[in-house]
């Protein structure tokens, strides 16, 4: 039955078993299902035993079963894996209990051990295992597409990528309350996948994890050791709110791209990572672009196992019309171009800038960089960094909000010392704006094309207002130059028709009285001031 033996032994036939064969390094045990149908279980050990290919068209298999009827040399045995592609593509298989009759150190299932089995709709893990982080291997379960809810246990803490790629009725899981990475593709394309029971130990959820699913409200904020959310995590899913933990100081690429429903957004940084760090991300390649964009660039997904009938192909969609509010907890700068073209921001509240101290920044995307001074630290390439007051960048970058034309709602820190260059610039519906108290400086065309900006009192310490900072901001009625600014640029407030009264505070010590003139004139406006 086996390959060659150097000596072979005929064994009293156990109920249900074909054939079996040992010698004193190996065993071998066919072992009779339903339909005529059979499995193999090959090893070096009675107790430690491999289940490693099937035969006919079984329809259910129970491992305490097995593990109750074979014996060897009157041993009993223990089935204490499930070889590599053992099951692939075995479309008769409905019902699989893996609850072992007999206690084993360990348990894995092997890569593909289950792929394609596309009538599995039922499946019990073992729980008889000593040791913890069991091994669920990569693309074990992908293409079940009948499998609709699988409770993990406690006894596998290690979910390799894909292992549930394409359970397409997956509509429930719990994961190891040990599990600390969800690996890439773990649940990628389970459409109906709603439910998950998050680990309190996860540390990092890799890329794709999650995309094409149906998961729709996402509060991770309980899950303070969480630091790491990888590119197209959550891609395509159905999400409308996003909650992340403090903890997180990494996000990767189109972590939440293309979520039409995405509505809320509540994170604890802004870009990747805190501070000047490799592969820094916009908020915009995370969570997209603007809206009516063909999306024909979709990242493939981990690769999974070759389906010879699936010649299914994505057709590039149109990203429909969506309103976004988002809320960031603490920056260390908000970078030029940061929003730039989010047609579908709304409403934005950045509340501090990061307090100067030691950090430890989480990066899967940095490991293969020899110029970092890294470690490992429970599967993630993490780095110590310290931020200093200098680090940290209290301006609102070049064109960070430019063309955010649905944008109505702003709230800056308080101690925002400037506003770069193009800032908000065309953020047409933006109504009313609180100025930070501490700003200083207004660059140019900040504001220009704000077409509904209305008046609003520039703070005390305000000294600089830049060129063309307020062209076409039509609603203004009026300009006050308050005792502290000394510069306004050329044509400030070029087309905004809508003033027609300017006034200078006495204390002022550059626009005096007899300077009027010169406010009143060419330089800043392109019409007649009343007053």
Same mark, same amino acid.
């Given at each position: 039955?086996?390959?060659t033996f150097d000596s072979k032994h005929t064994i009293d036939k156990d109920r249900n078993v074909i054939e079996k064969e040992y010698?004193?390094?190996?065993?071998?045990?066919?072992?009779?299902?339903d339909n005529s149908s059979y499995v193999l279980l090959e090893g070096k050990r009675a107790d430690d035993l491999t289940l490693t290919?099937? =035969?006919?068209?079984?329809?259910?298999?129970?491992?305490?079963?097995i593990e109750e009827k074979v014996t060897v040399e009157d041993e009993a045995i223990s089935v204490t894996a499930i070889g590599e592609?053992?099951?692939?593509?075995?479309?008769?298989?409905?019902?699989?209990?893996?609850? &072992?009759?007999?206690?084993?150190?360990?348990?894995?299932?092997?890569?593909?051990?289950?792929?394609?089995?596309?009538?599995?709709?039922? %499946?019990?893990?073992?729980?008889?295992?000593?040791? !913890?982080?069991?091994?669920?291997?990569?693309?074990?379960?992908?293409?079940?597409? &009948?499998?609709?809810?699988?409770?993990?246990?406690?006894?596998?803490?290690?979910?390799?990528?894909?292992?549930?790629?394409?359970?397409?009725?997956?509509?429930?899981?719990?994961?190891?309350?040990?599990?600390? =990475?969800?690996?890439?593709?773990?649940?990628?394309?389970?459409?109906? @996948?709603?439910?998950?029971?998050?680990?309190?130990?996860?540390?990092? *959820?890799?890329?794709?994890?999650?995309?094409?699913?149906?998961?729709?409200?996402?509060?991770?904020?309980?899950?303070? &050791?969480?630091?790491?959310?990888?590119?197209?995590?959550?891609?395509?899913?159905?999400?409308?709110? =996003?909650?992340?933990?403090?903890? %997180?100081?990494?996000?990767?690429?189109?972590?939440?791209?293309?979520?039409?429903?995405?509505?809320?957004? /509540?994170?604890?940084?802004?870009?990747?990572?805190?501070?000047?760090?490799?592969?820094?991300?916009?908020?915009?390649? *995370?969570?997209?672009?603007?809206?009516?964009?063909?999306?024909?660039?979709?990242?493939?997904?981990?690769?999974?196992?070759?389906?010879?009938?699936?010649?299914?192909?994505?057709?590039?969609?149109?990203?429909?019309?969506?309103?976004?509010?988002?809320?960031?907890?603490?920056?260390?700068?908000?970078?030029?171009?940061?929003?730039?073209?989010?047609?579908?921001?709304?409403?934005?509240? %950045?509340?501090?800038?990061?307090?100067?101290?030691?950090?430890?920044?989480?990066?899967?995307?940095?490991?293969?960089?020899?110029? @970092? !001074?890294?470690?490992?630290?429970?599967? *993630?390439?993490?780095?110590?960094?310290?931020?200093?007051?200098? !680090?940290?960048?209290?301006? =609102?970058?070049?064109?960070?909000?430019?063309?955010?034309?649905?944008?109505?709602?702003?709230?800056?820190?308080?101690?925002?010392? /400037? *506003?770069?260059?193009?800032?908000?610039?065309?953020?047409?519906?933006?109504?009313?704006?609180?100025?930070?108290?501490?700003?200083? %400086?207004?660059?140019?065309?900040?504001?220009?094309?704000?077409?509904?900006?209305?008046?609003?009192?520039?703070?005390?310490?305000?000294?600089?207002?830049?060129?063309?900072?307020?062209?076409?901001? &039509?609603?203004?009625?009026?300009?006050?130059?308050?005792?502290?600014?000394?510069?306004?640029?050329?044509?400030?407030?070029?087309?905004?028709?809508?003033?027609?009264?300017?006034?200078?505070?006495?204390?002022?010590?550059?626009?005096?009285?007899?300077?009027?003139?010169?406010?009143?004139?060419?330089?800043?406006? !392109?019409?007649?001031?009343?007053?």
């Open positions: 039955f086996l390959d010698t004193g390094k190996d065993i071998s045990v066919k072992y009779l299902l290919k099937y =035969v006919g068209d079984l329809t259910e298999v129970s491992l305490a079963s592609k053992a099951f692939y593509g075995c479309d008769t298989l409905q019902s699989l209990d893996m609850s &072992k009759a007999t206690k084993s150190l360990s348990f894995e299932i092997g890569k593909q051990a289950f792929a394609y089995c596309v009538s599995l709709e039922t %499946v019990t893990l073992p729980e008889s295992v000593y040791v !913890d982080y069991n091994i669920i291997g990569e693309y074990a379960f992908s293409y079940c597409e &009948k499998l609709s809810d699988i409770t993990v246990g406690d006894k596998f803490a290690t979910v390799e990528q894909g292992a549930f790629a394409y359970c397409t009725s997956l509509s429930s899981i719990a994961l190891s309350p040990k599990q600390k =990475v969800i690996e890439a593709g773990t649940f990628y394309h389970c459409d109906k @996948l709603t439910n998950v029971t998050f680990s309190d130990e996860i540390r990092s *959820i890799n890329q794709s994890a999650f995309a094409n699913t149906g998961i729709s409200n996402l509060d991770l904020s309980r899950y303070t &050791k969480l630091r790491s959310i990888g590119s197209s995590a959550f891609e395509k899913t159905k999400l409308s709110t =996003v909650t992340l933990p403090d903890s %997180v100081t990494y996000i990767g690429n189109r972590a939440f791209f293309n979520c039409y429903d995405l509505v809320s957004v /509540e994170i604890p940084f802004i870009g990747n990572t805190l501070g000047e760090t490799p592969n820094a991300s916009s908020f915009t390649s *995370i969570y997209g672009m603007v809206s009516r964009q063909t999306d024909s660039d979709r990242p493939n997904p981990p690769s999974l196992p070759e389906n010879p009938d699936n010649n299914d192909e994505d057709e590039p969609t149109i990203r429909p019309e969506r309103t976004m509010s988002v809320t960031v907890k603490a920056v260390t700068k908000i970078p030029a171009r940061l929003f730039s073209g989010c047609d579908y921001l709304t409403s934005l509240n %950045v509340q501090s800038y990061v307090t100067p101290g030691t950090y430890f920044v989480y990066d899967v995307n940095t490991a293969d960089d020899p110029e @970092l !001074d890294e470690e490992r630290f429970d599967g *993630i390439t993490h780095r110590e960094i310290e931020i200093e007051y200098d !680090d940290i960048d209290k301006t =609102v970058n070049d064109s960070a909000f430019a063309n955010c034309v649905n944008l109505a709602s702003v709230s800056l820190p308080s101690d925002t010392e /400037e *506003i770069g260059m193009n800032a908000f610039e065309n953020c047409k519906a933006l109504t009313g704006f609180a100025y930070p108290a501490e700003l200083e %400086v207004i660059g140019a065309y900040a504001f220009s094309g704000c077409t509904r900006l209305q008046d609003t009192e520039y703070p005390a310490e305000l000294r600089t207002i830049g060129s063309y900072a307020f062209k076409n901001c &039509k609603a203004l009625t009026k300009v006050t130059i308050g005792e502290k600014i000394t510069e306004v640029g050329e044509k400030a407030y070029s087309g905004c028709t809508g003033i027609q009264t300017v006034n200078v505070a006495k204390a002022n010590g550059v626009f005096t009285e007899k300077e009027e003139g010169y406010i009143y004139s060419q330089h800043l406006f !392109d019409h007649t001031i009343s007053e």
